[in-house]
């Protein structure tokens, strides 16, 4: 079992930065590949990035490729989001999640249906 707790969410202006956070319980945190995914109103739960379980491979939506950046740091048990140039377009509420897929192409960790764990979700409102 695995529990993740995002933070860092908030609303901050066209142009600025955010860098969100999700922390993990459990031991096992360095064999799960995590993900970042977001959901505004009325709208599907979208990919915004991945990392392996090594952080050595990353994947991105093509939206956000060139302004967010994920990263991870299995001492601390946590992933981070690195938001820049943010748009309107960006406000969602975004998520963690961890899958137990080790293999396979940007396709197989972008997919929800891939993750086994979800945080509760932290806000990113972005204002024109």
């Known amino acids: 079992q695995v529990q993740l707790v995002e933070s860092g969410g908030g609303l901050v202006q066209a142009g600025g930065s955010l860098r969100l956070s999700c922390v993990a319980s459990?031991?096992?945190?360095?064999?799960?590949?995590m993900g970042w995914f977001r959901q505004a109103p009325g709208k599907e739960r979208e990919f915004v990035a991945a990392?392996?379980?090594?952080?050595?491979?990353?994947y991105y939506a093509d939206s956000v490729k060139g302004r967010f950046t994920i990263s991870r740091d299995n001492v601390k048990n946590t992933v981070y989001l690195q938001m820049n140039s943010l748009k309107p377009e960006d406000t969602a509420i975004y998520y963690c999640?961890?899958?137990?897929?080790?293999?396979?192409?940007?396709?197989?960790?972008?997919?929800?249906?891939?993750?086994?764990?979800w945080g509760q979700g932290t806000q990113v409102t972005v204002s024109s």
């Open positions: 990392i392996r379980s090594s952080g050595e491979t990353t």
């Open positions: 459990g031991r096992t945190f360095s064999r799960y590949a």
């Open positions: 999640a961890a899958t137990s897929v080790r293999y396979g192409s940007s396709w197989s960790f972008s997919r929800t249906v891939a993750y086994d764990y």
